[in-house]
């Protein structure tokens, strides 16, 4: 089985700041790792995942996330935020390999940044 | 735009009706996905289809009846609701596998008087 924590369950940030959101999972088998956000009255978008190969991913729109086996963390970070960037934030998890992509959400982080 | 469209976006229901929330997807996905997403609570999977057969029952309760007719197009009929089944229901879609993308729609918000 799987689960996911995210402890922080509201960010404020003012605008241009940096900012992390941090996430850690528990898994007794291999999983992939994504990061999913949600604009208000929106359903989840895919904003990255990990599947394999350099621990670090990217998105397109500035925000990163690096893979720590070790801590079993998958912290999603941002250098500077824009106001656009409010939004709810869930990272999840997925057996590797499986058939389907069931995924383990956590409970999510209200990124709210402040101008 | 996200391909996944749920409707209606918004139901209010009382606990003895029967409704019925639609997911349709046309993006050649052959998996297809319900969540229960409740406030200060991760999201919950419901139901998993692929290849239009059921593969997971997350020990959801037999007030909740999922149907998927096609690769494209899945229903979750709802009976006998209670008010804690008040919840966003988000349904999804992907390709077969677990490293790939799953689409989501907007959510039907569901409230039961």
């Known amino acids: 089985a799987q689960s996911v924590t995210q402890l922080d369950s509201q960010v404020p940030v003012f605008e241009e700041a940096p900012v992390e959101l941090r996430c850690n999972y528990s898994?007794?088998?291999?999983?992939?790792l994504f990061w999913y956000v949600q604009y208000p009255n929106q359903g989840l978008q895919l904003l990255l995942k990990?599947?394999?190969?350099?621990?670090l991913v990217e998105s397109i729109n500035g925000f990163e996330a690096e893979f720590n086996k070790s801590q079993t963390s998958f912290h999603l970070r941002k250098p500077s935020v824009h106001i656009s960037d409010t939004a709810e934030y869930f990272c999840?998890?997925?057996?590797?390999?499986?058939?389907?992509?069931?995924?383990?959400f956590g409970t999510g982080t209200l990124l709210a940044v402040q101008p | 735009e996200t391909g996944v469209t749920q409707t209606p976006r918004h139901l209010v229901m009382g606990m003895t009706n029967k409704k019925s929330l639609k997911c349709e997807q046309h993006l050649g996905h052959n998996a297809m996905y319900w969540y229960k997403q409740s406030a200060k609570k991760p999201l919950e999977l419901m139901f998993v289809y692929s290849l239009e057969e059921r593969v997971e029952n997350n020990s959801v309760p037999s007030r909740f009846s999922p149907e998927c007719p096609n690769s494209s197009h899945l229903f979750l009929h709802l009976h006998t609701l209670q008010p804690e089944d008040s919840a966003l229901y988000l349904c999804?879609?992907?390709?077969?596998?677990?490293?790939?993308?799953?689409?989501f729609g907007q959510g039907t918000r569901l409230t039961v008087v």
């Open positions: 990990y599947l394999s190969g350099s621990t």
């Open positions: 999840a998890v997925t057996q590797r390999g499986g058939a389907t992509n069931k995924l383990i």
């Open positions: 999804a879609s992907s390709r077969t596998g677990s490293d790939t993308e799953a689409f």
């Open positions: 898994s007794s088998v291999s999983v992939y």
